[in-house]
C-alpha cells in the first residue's frame, strides 16, 4: 500500500470514529426513552421506525470501519480459550426470535458436547449472525436452517444450510465481493458488505469458508484451526464498547420492518 492510499484510509478510519460517537449517543437516548416513557399506540411505531434506522447506520458505518481496518492490517483481535460448542448454541438461541418472526425454524447439532479452541468470541458472533441473519432472509417461510458442528483433528467446521432458492451462478463467483448483493422485491434491504465482511473477518481468524449451492438449498461451511492458548496468551478484551453490548440487534436491523 502506498503512502497516499494510506493517508486515504486513515481519514476514513477518522471520519468513521467521528461518526460512530453521535450516533452511539442516539441509539442509547432512545433506548432511554423507550425505557423510562411509555409511548402511545401513535408514537411506538414511529420510535421503532428511528431505533430501527440507527442500528442499520451503525452497523453499516461499523462494517465500513473493520473493512478498512482489516485492510490497512489494524485489526485487532482478542482471542481466548473458549467452548465453540456453548458459543454457537447461545448465538443460535439469540436468534430463535428472528427465525420466529419470518416463520423459519433454526437448528443446531453438534458432533461433541463441547470443544475448546482459541478464538476471538465477539469476532465469532460477528460471523455467525451474519451468516443467520442471510439464511433467513432467503429462507421460504415453513422452512428450516441447518447449523451444524463438526469435530477433526486440527480443524473445526460450521455448517450454515437453509432451504430456499439458490444463489444464481453469476453471482456465485462474487459472493464475497463488495457491493455484489442485488436488491429484490423479497429482500429489498442490505449494504452489499455482508459476506464481504464475513469472508474478511474469517481470514482473519486463520479460517475459510466455502458454499455448496443447489437449486433447492445454500450451504455455507467454515472451518476453523483447533488452537489453544497458553496461561499467557490469553487476549481478553480490554472493555466492552458500544457494539459489543449491542450486537444482536445491530447485526439483525435490516431483518425487520
Not at 84 to 106: D, F, H, P, W
Request: glycine residues 4%.
Amino acid at each position: 500500500m502506498d503512502k497516499i492510499e494510506e493517508n486515504k484510509l486513515r481519514f476514513y478510519e477518522d471520519l468513521i470514529h467521528d461518526m460512530k460517537a453521535p450516533l452511539s449517543i442516539l441509539i442509547l437516548n432512545l433506548d432511554s426513552v423507550q425505557k423510562s416513557v411509555k409511548l402511545t399506540h401513535k408514537l411506538k411505531p414511529k420510535y421503532d421506525t428511528m431505533q430501527r434506522c440507527t442500528n442499520q447506520l451503525y452497523k453499516l458505518i461499523n462494517d465500513l470501519s473493520d473493512y478498512n481496518k482489516m485492510h490497512r492490517g489494524v485489526f485487532n483481535k482478542y482471542s481466548r480459550n473458549l467452548d465453540i460448542v456453548q458459543c454457537l448454541s447461545r448465538i443460535v438461541e439469540l436468534t430463535q426470535g428472528l427465525g420466529a418472526s419470518k416463520n423459519v425454524e433454526i437448528m443446531f447439532s453438534s458432533e461433541v458436547a463441547d470443544k475448546i479452541l482459541a478464538v476471538d468470541r465477539e469476532v465469532l458472533d460477528r460471523i455467525m449472525l451474519n451468516l443467520i441473519s442471510n439464511a433467513v432472509k432467503h429462507s421460504e417461510p415453513g422452512s428450516q436452517i441447518h447449523i451444524k458442528f463438526e469435530d477433526s483433528v486440527d480443524r473445526v467446521t460450521i455448517r450454515v444450510r437453509n432451504e430456499g432458492s439458490g444463489i444464481s451462478p453469476e453471482m456465485v463467483d462474487n459472493l464475497y465481493q463488495r457491493y455484489q448483493w442485488k436488491p429484490s422485491r423479497e429482500n429489498p434491504r442490505g449494504s452489499g458488505l455482508g459476506l464481504s465482511i464475513v469472508h474478511d473477518l474469517i481470514n482473519e481468524l486463520n479460517g475459510g469458508i466455502d458454499v455448496n449451492n443447489s437449486e433447492n438449498s445454500v450451504e455455507f461451511s467454515l472451518w476453523l484451526p483447533v488452537h489453544i492458548l497458553g496461561d499467557c496468551e490469553s487476549q481478553d478484551k480490554p472493555f466492552e464498547d458500544f457494539y459489543s453490548e449491542n450486537m444482536v440487534q445491530i447485526e439483525l436491523s435490516d431483518q425487520y420492518e
